[in-house]
C-alpha cells in the first residue's frame, strides 16, 4: 500500500500492508519545503528556448469534480490534458511538441516510435506527423495476455491507420529500441533522415512543466491551494511536476501511479529530473526518496485492467459524464478513491487529478468491459 511521504513535523516509522505488495516503510529525510530558485516568467523564457512545434491547445481546463468530490469527502479537481486536442488528446501531445520540435530542427523527415499495440503515443506520434507533413513509422509490440481482452484493429491502433502510419509488429520478447532501430536503417538506406523517440526522453519533462506552470496559474485564479497532484506515470510525465514543484518552491505532493509493476522508476524520474534541471541551468538536485511512486494500483500486468479501475470508470463517467481509460488513467483515479476510503487522503486535503488521455484504448477493450458491466454480449 503506497502512503504519502510525511513532512518533517508529521510522525514517522508508520508502516502499511496489502495484498500482494511489498511493505511500505515512511521514508526518512524528506526535504522541507524550500524557497523558489526560479520565478514562473524566468521558467517559461527558459522553456521558449527550447524547439518546439505548437500541436495542442493549451492551457487544458481545471475543473471542480463536484459530485465526486461529495461522494468521496475530499476536494478534487481534474486538470483536463484529455483535450489536448490532438487525435483525441492526451498527455503525450505535450511531450512531442518537444521531440518533434527537436526533430525538426534537425531536418528529419520520419520519426520512428515504437510501444504497446494500444499505444497512447503512438497514435498521437501519427497524428502529430500527419499535422506537420513528416512520415510516421511505428514498432508495436504485441503482447497475448493483453490482446486476449480486446478485439483488433481497434481504439488507438485502427487511428494509427487512418492517420497514415507505417505499422510493424513485433512479439512481446523482441527489443523494442533494436527493432526501431532497424526500421530507422530502412528508411536511411531509402534516402530519408529518421528521428527515433526514445523512451524515456527529456520532452515529457519539458512538457510537463509547462502543465505545471499553467496549474499555478489557474490554481491562483480560481484561488486553490491544492496538497496534492495525482497521476498516471511510467516516468517523464512526472518529470516535469517533480522539476517543477522544487524550482518553484511549492507545498504540493505529487504521485505517479504507475500501470505496470515497473522497476526502479523513482531511480529513472529522479535521473531525468537532474538532466531536465540541468538542461534548464536550474540549480537543483533529485533523489529517489523525493518521489512518491506507487505500483499498488498496477493489478496483474500493465494493460490489465483491475476491479478497482473498472470501477473507478464507472464513478467518473456516472457521476462527472467524463470518460477514463482502462489503461492508465482508471487505474491513477481507482488510487484516489481508495486514498480517500481509507484515509490517506482526507477532507483537509485539495487533490487535483491529471487525466493524461487514453479514451480510444477503451474501444479495443470492448469484450473485457462488456463483461465487467455485466452486458450481454454478441
Known amino acids: 500500500m503506497f502512503c504519502w511521504k510525511l513532512k518533517a513535523n508529521e510522525r514517522r516509522g508508520e508502516e502499511h500492508t496489502e495484498r500482494g505488495t511489498d511493505k511500505f516503510v515512511w521514508k526518512e529525510g524528506k526535504e522541507e519545503v524550500g524557497s523558489s530558485?526560479?520565478?514562473?516568467?524566468?521558467?517559461?523564457?527558459?522553456?521558449?528556448?527550447?524547439?518546439?512545434?505548437?500541436?495542442?491547445?493549451?492551457?487544458?481546463?481545471?475543473?471542480?469534480?463536484?459530485?465526486?468530490?461529495?461522494?468521496?469527502?475530499?476536494?478534487?479537481?481534474?486538470?483536463?490534458?484529455?483535450?489536448?486536442?490532438?487525435?483525441?488528446?492526451?498527455?503525450?501531445?505535450?511531450?512531442?511538441?518537444?521531440?518533434?520540435?527537436?526533430?525538426?530542427r534537425e531536418g528529419c523527415d520520419v520519426i520512428v516510435n515504437g510501444a504497446a499495440v494500444q499505444s497512447n503515443y503512438c497514435r498521437q506520434t501519427a497524428a502529430a506527423c500527419a499535422k506537420l507533413g513528416l512520415k510516421c513509422a511505428l514498432v508495436l509490440r504485441r503482447n497475448p495476455e493483453i490482446e486476449r481482452l480486446k478485439i483488433e484493429p481497434q481504439g488507438n491502433l485502427l487511428l494509427d491507420y487512418l492517420f497514415g502510419a507505417d505499422v510493424r509488429f513485433i512479439g512481446p520478447d523482441e527489443d523494442l529500441e533494436e527493432a526501431?532501430?532497424?526500421?530507422?536503417?530502412?528508411?536511411?538506406?531509402?534516402?530519408?533522415?529518421?528521428?527515433?523517440?526514445?523512451?524515456?526522453?527529456?520532452?515529457?519533462?519539458?512538457?510537463?512543466?509547462?502543465?505545471?506552470?499553467?496549474?499555478?496559474?489557474q490554481c491562483r485564479q480560481i484561488g486553490i491551494k491544492p496538497t496534492h497532484i495525482v497521476h498516471s506515470s511510467a516516468t517523464p510525465t512526472q518529470v516535469g511536476f517533480v522539476v517543477g514543484i522544487k524550482a518553484l518552491g511549492l507545498d504540493w505532493q505529487v504521485l505517479g501511479v504507475s500501470p505496470s509493476r515497473s522497476n526502479r522508476v523513482p531511480e529513472r524520474i529522479a535521473e531525468l529530473s537532474n538532466l531536465v534541471a540541468e538542461r534548464l541551468g536550474l540549480p537543483l538536485q533529485f533523489s529517489p526518496d523525493e518521489i512518491n511512486f506507487t505500483t499498488e494500483f498496477a493489478g496483474e500486468s500493465?494493460?490489465?485492467?483491475?476491479?478497482?479501475?473498472?470501477?473507478?470508470?464507472?464513478?467518473?463517467?456516472?457521476?462527472?459524464?467524463?470518460?477514463?481509460?482502462?489503461?492508465?488513467t482508471a487505474k491513477a483515479f481507482a488510487a484516489i478513491v481508495a486514498m480517500a476510503r481509507d484515509g490517506r487522503l482526507t477532507s483537509e486535503h485539495t487533490v487535483i487529478f491529471v487525466h493524461t488521455g487514453g479514451t480510444p484504448a477503451l474501444f479495443a477493450y470492448q469484450p473485457a468491459l462488456v463483461q465487467a458491466l455485466g452486458l450481454p454480449s454478441g
Open 302 to 328: 500493465y494493460g490489465i485492467p483491475t476491479p478497482e479501475a473498472i470501477e473507478a470508470m464507472k464513478l467518473m463517467a456516472q457521476t462527472e459524464g467524463i470518460v477514463l481509460d482502462p489503461v492508465y
Open 180 to 217: 526501431k532501430e532497424k526500421v530507422a536503417e530502412e528508411y536511411r538506406a531509402k534516402g530519408h533522415k529518421p528521428f527515433i523517440i526514445r523512451h524515456p526522453d527529456l520532452s515529457g519533462g519539458f512538457g510537463y512543466l509547462v502543465c505545471l506552470l499553467e496549474l499555478v496559474q
Open 37 to 104: 530558485v526560479v520565478t514562473e516568467t524566468e521558467l517559461w523564457e527558459r522553456l521558449g528556448k527550447l524547439p518546439r512545434v505548437q500541436l495542442g491547445n493549451f492551457p487544458t481546463p481545471l475543473e471542480p469534480l463536484q459530485r465526486i468530490s461529495k461522494f468521496l469527502g475530499i476536494q478534487i479537481f481534474i486538470k483536463r490534458d484529455d483535450l489536448t486536442g490532438l487525435a483525441f488528446g492526451g498527455n503525450k501531445t505535450r511531450h512531442l511538441e518537444f521531440g518533434l520540435g527537436q526533430a525538426i
